[in-house]
């Protein structure tokens, strides 16, 4: 591999990160004992009806020991440090933007702060981590949009739409069954989103479209 490749490599840790965190969800799963919101009495990880927090409690929703817990907190260290790492990259893409230190604040603190969603301040961590994640993102669409950055700009637009749908829907417990499928979609369309940008930036560094510096 050439030396250049090498250079810019670990640019791509958020997307391998990723990778991982997808890969230790889908294993921790399997060792869900059971129960959800819906259906206490219910076996295993119900994709339709469990939530991503579900995996990473002590006591699943049917009163069992969580095995599942040790690899779901895994993942969301995993899922963490790839997003704080997203963050800090991110402002690459915008060389002569003013406020790129914001992107990485911002970024970064709400990454640290999510760590802690699986304890007994689920509730206080979403609405902290959530309005540090939105002023990050505020920062960044201005950034994808000076910079022509549309199809980001769009897409990036649209998956913070669905992410307010999802919160409004918990904190309003309207339409509180579909919220776990909600869950997973807002899930892969924002990663999704992430790994597009991720591997953009990748390229424009290794092509010499923007500098590191």
């Not at 699943?60 to 800090?88: D, E, H, Q």
């Not at 201005?142 to 990036?156: A, E, I, K």
Request: glycine content about 6%.
């Amino acid at each position: 591999m050439p030396a250049i490749q090498l250079k810019y490599l670990r640019i791509l840790f958020p997307l391998i990160g990723i990778g991982i965190f997808v890969i230790l969800y889908i294993l921790a799963s399997f060792y869900y004992p059971g129960g959800s919101n819906l259906d206490h009495q219910s076996t295993g990880f119900d994709w339709l009806k469990n939530y991503w927090c579900d995996l990473t409690m002590p006591i699943a929703k049917n009163g069992s020991v969580n095995a599942s817990r040790p690899i779901a907190l895994c993942a969301m260290v995993v899922l963490c440090i790839s997003l704080a790492t997203f963050w800090y990259y991110l402002p690459y893409m915008f060389p002569s933007m003013k406020y790129k230190k914001w992107i990485r604040s911002f970024g970064i603190s709400a990454m640290a702060i999510t760590f802690f969603l699986f304890t007994d301040l689920h509730d206080t961590i979403i609405h902290v981590a959530g309005l540090m994640g939105i002023i990050a993102l505020i920062f960044t669409f201005s950034g994808l949009y000076q910079n022509n950055l549309l199809r980001f700009f769009y897409f990036g637009i649209f998956c913070m739409a669905m992410m307010l749908f999802n919160y409004f829907i918990y904190e309003l417990n309207y339409m509180i069954i579909a919220q776990p499928v909600i869950q997973k979609i807002n899930f892969t369309l924002f990663l999704s989103w992430i790994c597009v940008m991720n591997v953009q930036i990748y390229l424009s560094l290794r092509s010499g479209k923007i500098s590191s510096t």
